[in-house]
């Protein structure tokens, strides 16, 4: 258990501090004053708390002499900001019954540790009642051990998981009564967020529960929760059901969980790397989409209005910059025909997820929102050059792709080792856009966004730039 002890009395912090560590595998940070209770915020998540106690009286630094409430009061703002899944229990002499009062009314109850009771995220003892306070700890303390001792492992996958990852898979797992989560990773993503596989296994070893989970921080976990909504549109087993989202026990971090069948054991990439897909992938992957676009009208749309979904107006500056694109405020700012409905936003091969016998599911709903129709067949063709995940097979194939011809479909198909697959995509960007332009304004979104990434192969992209500009400007001809 690792306590965060903000205390500037000397002599109470040194009687304090031993009977804490007293209670068993007990690591006690001390803050003697406001400012260095922020600098330990800051380091978060690198250092690990699990609670923070608090005396609301503090002063701004350790050698000044202007202890105030208020700086008690604007520690206690930073920890619910800086670290919002930490319980904060507050020790203190000071006069502030209100204050506190009104804590504890507004606290949440959660069960912050996986064990299946709740508790309040927040808590007062005055520090006259201190023999109260350390019982409570000893009782906090095995609750936060239990979950400590899940093991949590990679198997024989390299794969590297932080203390706040680890902590929001103890407590998912031992919410289902698991003692051992076994991770590999679903993906390959760009974002602060993973997405890993999940299998939970109780102390006889009997699966409890196959599960993916998206694990980042709070915004992006409570993002992604909120774009779940979008999915009930969608046909049943289009995607993995949402069972769990943890928010609190990790700091500033949390996970989305999602329950999978036993059956969905590869990705869209573990297919295409041994070969070409089948004729009926594409299609089944397009037919889970199409509830989204049914209906949709057509409107007139700037190119840079597309191009907003996937980059910044000031990533896009750096990259005009930094590779001489003039061309592109004028391309951007032509007006097309163009289909916007919910589409899933990074439908790239790893956020696809194959049953036994090549059923397809889909994963990772952290982009799913408003966008142009033809982008998620688009990005389920180019990931195939781009995607980390992929690369390291595509790599091979880059000297003999007609890149210059992209948009000769027969020509560039021609020399692609995965041709159906690169056909099935272009045929179905085409079927569901409201015109051939925006299905050239939705690869040029795509590739101009390769370029902002350190780890990208930023001449195939400026070669598949050039084809896709020239095939546009051929349609005012």
């Not at 201190?130 to 492992?153: C, G, Q, S």
């Not at 999940?198 to 992604?224: F, M, R, T, W």
């Not at 792709?401 to 085409?430: E, G, K």
């Not at 040029?444 to 020239?470: F, G, I």
């Amino acid at each position: 258990m690792r306590i965060l002890l903000v205390e500037d009395d000397r002599d109470f912090v040194d009687g304090l501090k031993p009977r804490l560590e007293g209670i068993g595998n007990v690591v006690v940070t001390v803050a003697e004053s406001r400012d260095a209770a922020f600098r330990i915020f800051a380091e978060l998540p690198n250092v690990f708390i699990d609670i923070v106690v608090l005396d609301l009286k503090l002063p701004t630094s350790n050698a000044s002499f202007d202890a105030s409430v208020d700086h008690g009061q604007a520690v206690f703002s930073r920890a619910i900001q800086r670290a919002p899944g930490v319980p904060i229990v507050l020790l203190t002499g000071s006069s502030v019954e209100q204050f506190a009062r009104k804590l504890v009314r507004t606290a949440r109850q959660e069960d912050v540790w996986g064990e299946g009771q709740t508790m309040p995220t927040i808590d007062v003892f005055p520090k006259t009642d201190l023999l109260e306070f350390l019982e409570h700890m000893r009782t906090l303390y095995p609750k936060i051990e239990a979950t400590n001792n899940i093991d949590v492992t990679t198997g024989v996958h390299t794969l590297t998981l932080s203390s706040v990852e680890k902590r929001t898979l103890r407590i998912f797992a031992r919410k289902r009564a698991g003692t051992t989560c076994t991770v590999s990773s679903l993906n390959g993503g760009l974002s602060a967020s993973r997405v890993l596989r999940v299998k939970v296994h109780d102390g006889a070893g009997a699966l409890q529960i196959d599960a993916a989970a998206k694990l980042g921080l709070l915004e992006a976990i409570d993002d992604e929760s909120s774009r779940f909504t979008n999915l009930d549109r969608l046909t049943p087993g289009s995607h993995p059901a949402k069972i769990e989202v943890i928010r609190f026990g990790a700091i500033n971090s949390g996970g989305v969980f999602y329950n999978l069948l036993n059956d969905y054991n590869s990705s869209l990439f573990d297919r295409l790397q041994q070969g070409d897909v089948d004729a009926h992938l594409v299609p089944a992957i397009k037919q889970l989409l199409a509830p989204w676009r049914q209906g949709v009208p057509t409107a007139n749309v700037t190119i840079a209005h597309m191009r907003r979904k996937l980059m910044s107006d000031a990533d896009l500056a750096v990259v005009q910059k930094e590779f001489g694109l003039i061309w592109i405020q004028e391309i951007e700012a032509k007006t097309i025909q163009s289909r916007n409905c919910c589409i899933h936003g990074d439908l790239h091969g790893g956020n696809v997820l194959l049953s036994g016998t090549g059923n397809p599911m889909l994963i990772d709903f952290g982009d799913v929102g408003p966008g142009t129709v033809s982008l998620d067949p688009i990005t389920l063709e180019l990931c195939l050059y781009f995607h980390p995940q992929f690369a390291p097979i595509s790599a091979a194939w880059i000297g003999g792709i007609d890149a210059d011809n992209w948009h000769s479909l027969d020509q560039f198909a021609a020399t692609m080792p995965r041709s159906q697959f690169v056909r099935d995509c272009r045929a179905w960007a085409h079927e569901v856009a409201a015109s051939g332009r925006e299905v050239l304004a939705s690869a040029y979104a795509y590739l101009v966004r390769q370029l902002k990434y350190p780890d990208t192969n930023k001449v195939l992209a400026q070669r598949l730039l050039e084809s896709v500009k020239k095939a546009f400007y051929a349609t005012y001809e």
